[in-house]
């Protein structure tokens, strides 16, 4: 009477953020290196362009399949063999996407984290953590640091 069937999912609904957040991908100079980095940050409740949809997919993410072989292998495979797809949003409430404003523009001065991946990972490897932080007034960036 308390088994699971293995083929159901079985996924708790998540509560609503507290405030509307905003999300924008951008590309950082680092080093005189380019590197592309999720922002998250709450929209200060700009109502312009904010959506209720925990449905949508906003995230483009790419995995290399080339770069895993190249850092693990030593083979030298094209870095744009893998797999280029779109990931859900982890939260319920208003989210939008839009392009990072200037911090001259920020309302309120907010905290923010700089969510840094463990090897092999990516920004959007705690996505569901950095849209709840986003959500209690935090600002979150994710870059995509480059293996050693």
Same mark, same amino acid.
């Given at each position: ?6 083929? /159901?999912?079985? *996924? ?7 405030? +509307? $957040? ?8 680092? %080093?005189?290196?380019?590197?592309? +980095?999720? $922002? ?8 312009? #362009?904010?959506?209720? =949809? =925990? ?7 790419? !995995?290399?399949?080339? /770069? $895993? *072989?190249?850092?693990?292998?030593? &083979? ?5 063999? %893998?797999? #280029?797809?779109? &990931?859900?949003? @982890? =939260? ?13 523009? @920020? ?5 923010? $984290? !700089?969510?840094?991946?463990?090897? &092999?990972? =990516?920004?959007?490897?705690?996505? #569901? &953590?950095?849209?709840?932080?986003? %959500?209690?007034?935090? !600002? ?5 640091? #480059?293996?050693?």
């Amino acid at each position: 009477a308390g088994a699971l069937a293995p083929d /159901r999912d079985v *996924v708790a609904e998540p509560e609503p953020l507290e405030e +509307a $957040i905003a999300y924008a991908s951008v590309e950082l100079d680092i %080093g005189g290196e380019k590197v592309p +980095a999720a $922002i998250w940050y709450p929209s200060d409740g700009a109502a312009e #362009g904010v959506e209720e =949809s =925990s449905a949508s997919e906003p995230y483009e993410h790419f !995995i290399s399949l080339g /770069r $895993i *072989v190249r850092l693990l292998l030593g &083979l030298a495979l094209p870095l744009g063999l %893998g797999r #280029g797809f779109r &990931l859900k949003r @982890q =939260s319920r409430g208003k989210f939008r996407e839009a392009s990072l404003p200037k911090l001259s523009e @920020q309302g309120t001065p907010r905290p923010c $984290i !700089i969510f840094a991946h463990g090897y &092999l990972g =990516s920004r959007f490897d705690m996505l #569901g &953590l950095c849209e709840r932080l986003a %959500g209690k007034g935090f !600002i979150v960036a994710a870059p995509d640091f #480059g293996e050693p």
